[in-house]
């Protein structure tokens, strides 16, 4: 007898184009998948209350460095320039697999909590063959859907991302793809997340494309951000060496050309945007709707919480402000009616669908749509800050924000119910909060001895 939930009365954004909307609607959920998605269904099943609740699919974060989670907020007032310094040189070297597991686990937590059910964990702090065993296991224990990628050590900056000669060791890649994702079916599986052009030597990238692309992993890299980044023309150096190709998604895409746009569309390539992250860090305009123009499928992230809230509601307003923002002066400089908003079903698209599809799992998660895992998350609209409701979408992209996530479903599992995390989160906020207490140490420790 299959375990079965329904979820029910509920207003439904499926994000599914074939689907649509549902004003009131129910949400069967058998396993893990979604069974039945209709007005009413009869079943013998645990039955959920969702009226005066919107009902969409998990957002999805491409791109986040979830090991930051112990020095949250660290770094307020960064630019990009500060943070490779703040962090990359000062506090990741000192870190230790504990540090990690300690990061991953609240940080995965802090997700859930957030209604975001997919995560891509951009992992650049392997200084040991202990570390990336820590941060697997971080978010294996939260039960996340997430894609673990394998990055750089960040031992020294100046040895890993300056025309860096050293390889991510390929060895240990294959360990890890061999130990944890012999499967592609879990709710975990996994990237390479390298450095790029500008940062290595082209024999470093080479081998890391190759490395990846032997190993059967997608390749996720940062490219045109920045002053620094920007002027590397990455994508036209990875296209000199024939490394483009719709594995590999780009992260920023700040500083691109109208040639580099149209090479990455060419290949199938994937774009993730960090809007708040840009703006405020000086990466460069979010290019979220430029990289429509191009018939690309833009997604979000939150990039790092050193400076940045952890949640999608940010990132979504972020977007939509900023571009709408950017056009308006456009025109009016023109003395013209402005005109290519983005709209707020396209950020929910952008926050949901698109994300599954740039983390590649859009087969399996990203809209409600039978068939399909049971990432599903529950808005309370009956809260003040969204009541009355008059566009379940505005309501969701424009009004709520983490406090009005009642409960998330991954994998037809609740991670989240009537509010609260079905976790230990007081061990989590405990070890993470030692983890702080370390690093800062390590830190001052670390200076001391250099002056």
Same mark, same amino acid.
């Given at each position: 007898m299959p375990n079965r939930i329904l979820l029910r009365g509920g207003h439904i954004l499926t994000m599914d184009p074939q689907l649509g909307d549902l004003p009131r609607g129910d949400v069967l959920i058998e396993d893990d998948k979604i069974a039945a998605i209709e007005p009413r269904i009869e079943a013998d099943a645990e039955v959920v209350d969702a009226n005066g609740r919107v009902v969409i699919p998990g957002f999805v974060d491409t791109h986040r460095h979830t090991w930051e989670s112990a020095i949250r907020g660290v770094a307020p007032n960064a630019t990009l320039d500060d943070y490779f310094v703040d962090i990359l040189d000062t506090f990741a070297p000192v870190y230790t697999a504990d540090d990690v597991y300690a990061s991953n686990l609240a940080g995965a937590l802090e997700c859930l909590n957030a209604g975001i059910t997919t995560l891509v964990d951009w992992s650049h702090i392997n200084n040991t063959p202990e570390h990336p065993d820590a941060?697997?296991?971080?978010? /294996?224990?939260?039960?996340? +859907?997430? /894609? %673990?990628?394998?990055?750089?050590?960040?031992?020294?900056?100046?040895? %890993?991302? $300056?025309?860096?000669?050293?390889?991510?060791?390929?060895?240990?890649?294959? +360990?890890? +793809?061999?130990?944890? $994702?012999?499967?592609?079916? #879990?709710?975990?599986?996994? #990237?390479?997340?390298?450095?790029?052009p500008g940062f290595c030597t082209d024999d470093v990238v080479r081998a890391e494309w190759e490395m990846a692309r032997d190993l059967g992993i997608p390749i996720t890299v940062h490219v045109g951000m920045g002053r620094m980044a920007g002027r590397f023309g990455m994508i036209k150096q990875l296209d000199g060496l024939g490394l483009l190709g719709p594995d590999t998604t780009y992260l920023h895409c700040c500083y691109f050309s109208e040639e580099e746009w149209q090479l990455v569309a060419r290949s199938g390539g994937t774009v993730s945007i960090a809007p708040q992250v840009e703006a405020q860090m000086g990466h460069g305009w979010p290019p979220v709707a430029k990289s429509i123009e191009y018939g690309l499928r833009p997604s979000l992230s939150i990039d790092v919480?050193?400076?940045?809230?952890?949640?999608? $509601?940010?990132?979504?307003?972020?977007? $939509?402000?900023?571009? +709408?923002?950017?056009?308006?002066?456009?025109y009016w400089e023109k003395n013209e009616p402005a005109e290519g908003h983005l709209t707020a079903r396209q950020m929910l698209e952008i926050a949901t669908l698109n994300g599954a599809f740039v983390a590649g799992l859009e087969d399996?998660?990203?809209?409600?749509?039978?068939?399909? /895992?049971?990432?599903?998350?529950?808005?309370d609209a009956r809260a003040i800050n969204i009541a009355p409701v008059h566009d379940a979408v505005t309501a969701v992209t424009l009004c709520a924000d983490v406090s009005n996530v009642e409960s998330v479903l991954v994998a037809g599992q609740f991670r989240k119910r009537d509010g609260k995390l079905l976790a230990d989160v007081e061990r989590a906020r405990q070890l993470v909060e030692n983890s702080r207490d370390r690093l800062v140490g390590a830190v001052a420790d670390k200076k001391a001895a250099a002056a």
């Open positions: 941060g697997v296991r971080g978010l /294996q224990e939260t039960g996340i +859907r997430a /894609q %673990y990628a394998y990055g750089s050590a960040n031992t020294s900056l100046a040895d %890993y991302w $300056f025309e860096s000669k050293i390889v991510i060791p390929k060895d240990d890649v294959r +360990r890890i +793809r061999d130990t944890y $994702f012999s499967s592609s079916d #879990g709710l975990l599986t996994m #990237g390479l997340a390298t450095r790029g919480v050193t400076t940045v809230p952890g949640d999608m $509601f940010t990132q979504i307003r972020s977007a $939509f402000g900023i571009d +709408r923002a950017r056009r308006n002066e456009i399996r998660t990203g809209s409600l749509t039978v068939g399909k /895992q049971a990432d599903v998350v529950l808005i």
